[in-house]
């Protein structure tokens, strides 16, 4: 697929932006292990924490083709605010988006859009991640309120979020398990910052545990119908994947670039390592893995904004995207030598940061069986 200039000026328009505010102070965000929310203003001036929202709800009002595009240039920027940024732009402000009532989207997503609230998604529990129809918090009404207990798992800008999107059962009974999504201002009483946990990578990007601690939140705060929750969470989270793909490309595209001028300009046994074959041979294969999972990521993007959906696209996008961009990172550090490993170079930094999008929003595991299920109703 070849690009629009359009879709060129949107890709564009985020390098610089990335290049300008968020490379040059990653690493340091990295080494506190502290994102000052404040980096993300001339995200905002530009549009950019509403990328697929209208514009007359404070959004850019993109396609989803530019989303992608967006989310690779932020990524290959870093790894940890690509996720924050993401995060909050798919499965952060699209529920409110897909199924908010007119006063819900002035009243939460428009703030959003604008960048002056960010968003978190409350879905996976301590021991419900993958098999997400198995939450436990509970939803229960009182009066015209809805009290919310639990507990909430991996919750990215879970202790910097303003908005959050909650997911909890409304009834337990085993045949139908009812699961409904709200929204809660994280400065309602009893949202609890328990954890923030220690990781592998993405340093720049905190996950929190919450405990929902007895949070009532009026009715009003229902998103969708009562029982809908589980469709909505699925139905971002297939956007969503579209967006940890490109992130992932992003990941990946610093890594190959990294090593392939180093290659360029390293010598070993009389030559430029890039002239030995082994070498070559690497890169060759590591351009070729980036072109493929970019255009899978391309067309389910694409495809998604002829209307159709995507859930087959969006999961084959993260699932190759992914997988293949830790090999890239892998190469990468294999072409670098010894300097691969040091922290001085950034790509064992990269490495540690991509290996978590083969598991976020749905591990390689889930999109095979998200595959799966669509290649059963075909034909
Ligand atoms: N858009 C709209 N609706 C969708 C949808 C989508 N992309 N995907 C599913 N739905 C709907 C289905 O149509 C179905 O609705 P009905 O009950 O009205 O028919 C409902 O949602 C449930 O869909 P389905 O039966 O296919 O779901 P399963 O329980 O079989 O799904 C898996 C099982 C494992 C695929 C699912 O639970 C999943 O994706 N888990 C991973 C969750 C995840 O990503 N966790 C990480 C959280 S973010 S860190």
Known sequence: MLLKEEHKLIKETARQL????IAPFAEEWAQKKQFPKAALEPFAQ??????????????AECDYLSYVLFMEEIAKADGGVSTIIG????????PLLKYGSTEQKEQFLKPMAQGKHLGAFCLSEPQAGSDAINIQSKAVKQGNNYILNGVKQFITSGDIADIAIVFAATNHHDDKREISAFIVPTNTKGYTVAKIESKMGQHTSNIAQIVLDNISVPEEYLLGQQGEGYKIALSTLECGRLGVGAQALGMAQKAFEFSLQYAKE??????????HQAIQFKLAEMATELEAARQLIHYAASKRDMGHSVIKEAAMAKLFATERAEHICREAIQILGGYGYLSDFPIERIYRDVRVTSIYEGSSEIQKIVIGKELQKEG
């Open 87 to 94: 995060v909050h732009n798919s499965v952060g402000t699209l």
């Open 18 to 21: 990335a290049n300008k505010h």
């Open 46 to 59: 530009a549009g950019f924490m509403g990328v697929l929202v209208p514009e007359h709800l404070g959004g």
């Open 266 to 275: 390293r010598e070993s046994f009389g030559k430029k390592i890039f002239q």
